[in-house]
């Protein structure tokens, strides 16, 4: 049987040394290809699925357009740096739009609070809630400016020794880092809704905010400071652009194409073999496949000696998701582009989704509408959505292939209360994603929604490092690896293996 690829032959005559493979299309494994083919590497793009993104992949359906994760643009300088190295421009291919309010907080009270991009509109809103709260938030926002001091300057830096940690070792006790996000939040803010308002932000990235580090908090000052944003066309455009960049480069892009294992030789990387059985030597192998999935599907027995499959096991996973992609026949102009509706429980229910694994009745809830900011989103007169509901993960033994319906009825009912009124006759079409997909169709461990759990003890030094201790040649990027979950984080992962890997003239 012929299984080799067209391009086969060129790259089978490059020197080994100068190719690199990358497994995986989600923001980290595109940065990655990006700053690699940047530094002179002939560069190989591997993609399970039928199109890029990863998590970021664009779901379309009759008519409408879901981006399929992703949607709140935070950073957008790491993004630009991406472009900037191709000597291009990001603006001439994305167009960026500031959203204001943030996102709009709908208490299970009814009562709305509109996170703004303004502090002044923030403080007028939170007096209303608890006048004293006012200072205290502005003292939050001190501290959160202290951490993103501290926690930003280290995103792009390896953390692969003791010493590495060490050194960030007092910035960390001094800044309370065992604390959680929400004990740091409470001792400014003594309103519990305004204190769900301002510690849920870890829920974005896979963290429970009760125990989440307090370190997580550097979010809302980078929020504050430099904008929440949205790409017009969804997040599945800034992936388009991104891989017309990695085209550009000259980069061989072959989708619904897995590889089956990375192949080594002494302790070294050389290359992979597809599920097609076709082999492609490299010495230098960036998986952005799941950290996890990496070390227990993609590497043999005999090479595995920190990440074996019992500490890979034993590891916290970050919540699932349930995802439902829906558009509708009317247009709902009163809902915001992002908004949180939460539910009638805050810490129990986190509790029951992070700790216990137990499937719950009640929810909160992220509800996406595009078409809000942007109608080619949509059919005209109509509006695309889409509903992020937090869930155990596969842990919890909920069978997804029954459950998805009833669990979808219960979201819509939620919604229909809560500001979509008339939303099931209403529907035009719908897509659900589960647990059961993050695990069969991303290759996620557990079906976790962002991989690694964001806990101290699963951060830094302690997350699988971005230069694997396995086996030479290999590296990791994307959310299971340092710094974690979240474009700002993925993408600031392949800036660490830029930092570490040389270019290819010292190689060769
Ligand atoms: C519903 C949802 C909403 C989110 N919202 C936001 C948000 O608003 N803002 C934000 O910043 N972050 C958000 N996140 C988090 C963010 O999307 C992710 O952390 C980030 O996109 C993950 O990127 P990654 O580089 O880890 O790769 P992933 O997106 O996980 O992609 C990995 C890729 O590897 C491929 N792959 C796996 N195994 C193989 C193999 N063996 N062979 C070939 N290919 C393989 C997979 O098919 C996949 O395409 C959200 C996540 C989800 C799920």
Not at 32 to 43: D, F, P, S
Not at 397 to 410: L, P
Request: glycine share 8%; proline share 5%.
């Amino acid at each position: 049987m012929n299984t080799a690829h067209p391009d086969f032959d060129k790259l089978h005559h490059a020197n080994p040394n100068e190719r690199a493979i990358v497994i995986g299309s989600g923001f980290g494994g595109l940065a990655a290809a990006i700053r690699l083919a940047a530094k002179g590497y002939h560069v190989t793009l591997l993609e399970k699925l039928d199109a890029l993104g990863g998590r970021g992949y664009t779901y379309r359906q009759d008519g409408f357009t879901f981006d399929g994760g992703p949607t709140i643009v935070t950073v957008p300088e790491l993004f630009e740096e991406l472009w900037a190295l191709c000597g291009k421009t990001m603006s001439s291919d994305v167009d960026l739009r500031l959203m204001n309010p943030f996102y709009r907080i709908r208490f299970d009270d009814g009562r709305i609070f509109d996170y703004s991009n303004e502090k002044s509109e923030n403080l007028r809103q939170i007096r209303e809630y608890n006048p004293d709260d006012a200072r205290g938030y502005e003292r939050y926002l001190k501290a959160s400016e202290a951490r993103h001091k501290v926690g930003f300057d280290l995103l792009d830096k390896p953390f692969s020794t003791l010493a590495q940690l060490m050194r960030f070792a007092p910035d960390l006790v001094r800044l309370r880092g065992d604390q959680s996000v929400y004990t740091l939040v409470s001792k400014y803010i003594k309103n519990e809704q305004l204190r769900q308002a301002v510690s849920f932000h870890p829920l974005l990235i896979g963290g429970n905010p009760f125990t989440a580090s307090s370190l997580y908090s550097l979010i809302s000052h980078l929020e504050v400071t430099g904008g929440v944003w949205s790409a017009m066309g969804g997040t599945g455009r800034i992936v388009e652009a991104m891989g017309n960049l990695i085209k550009g480069q000259g980069t061989d892009i072959r989708v619904n194409t897995e590889v089956d294992q990375i192949t080594t030789a002494g302790g070294k990387v050389t290359g992979v073999r597809l599920k097609s059985g076709e082999h492609i030597a490299a010495n230098l192998v960036i998986s952005n496949a799941d950290s996890a999935w990496t070390y227990k599907h993609l590497l043999s027995e005999t090479v595995k000696r920190k990440w074996t499959e019992r500490r890979i096991d034993k590891a916290h996973y970050s919540n699932g998701l349930f995802v439902w992609y829906f558009g509708t026949k009317k247009q709902y102009p009163d809902i915001p582009h992002h908004s949180i509706i939460l539910g009638p429980r805050y810490k129990s229910l986190l509790t029951d989704i992070f700790k216990h694994k137990k499937p719950t009745d009640d929810f909160s809830l992220y509800l996406h509408r595009p078409t809000a900011t942007d109608p080619s989103m949509a059919p005209e007169g109509c509006d695309a959505f889409y509903a992020l509901v937090p869930v155990p993960h596969l842990d919890s033994g909920t069978d997804w292939t029954t459950h998805a319906e009833t669990f979808r009825k219960a979201v819509e009912e939620r919604l229909e209360e809560t500001g979509l009124p008339g939303l099931s006759e209403n529907l035009a079409t719908s897509l659900m994603l589960t647990p059961l997909d993050f695990q069969n169709r991303l290759n996620s461990v557990k079906g976790a929604g962002f991989s690694l759990e964001p806990r101290i003890t699963q951060s830094a030094y302690f997350r699988p490092h971005n230069k694997s201790e396995e086996v030479d040649g290999l590296y990791l990027v994307g959310a299971g690896t340092h710094p974690g979950a979240g474009m700002p984080a993925v993408l600031s992962s392949a800036k660490v293996i830029d930092n570490l890997i040389p270019a290819v003239s010292h190689v060769s």
